[in-house]
């Protein structure tokens, strides 16, 4: 979302307020460090300025991380991120679901 020049930001930036306006409970992972090298510091900045208030920070000290680096080699698929893996567990493990 905070990249303008991906393609889904637009979807993206309007999920993310239509979100905020339900009060919709958002979580994130601690693995949001990947910002930094994916988009630089100041997108960094700007997230945690703008966005980090409105979310639970999760994190994956535990579990979920070595139940990703296990799913990761499992899995044999390629274009599926550790910190994806990681995640879908930390999803699973508090129960989190779309409708």
Do not use: Y
């Not at 020049?5 to 409970?25: G, V």
């Amino acid at each position: 979302m905070r990249s303008a020049d991906d393609r889904f930001h637009p979807a993206a930036r309007e999920a993310w307020i239509q979100l905020l306006d339900k009060n919709t409970p958002l979580h994130t992972s601690n693995s949001v460090a990947l910002l930094q090298r994916r988009i630089g510091l100041a997108a960094v900045t700007v997230f945690c300025d703008d966005a980090l208030p409105a979310l639970q920070v999760d994190g994956v000290e535990t579990t979920p991380h070595p139940e990703g680096v296990v799913a990761l080699p499992a899995a044999g698929r390629r274009g599926i991120s550790l910190v994806d893996w990681v995640s879908f567990r930390l999803m699973r493990r508090r129960g989190f679901h779309t409708d």
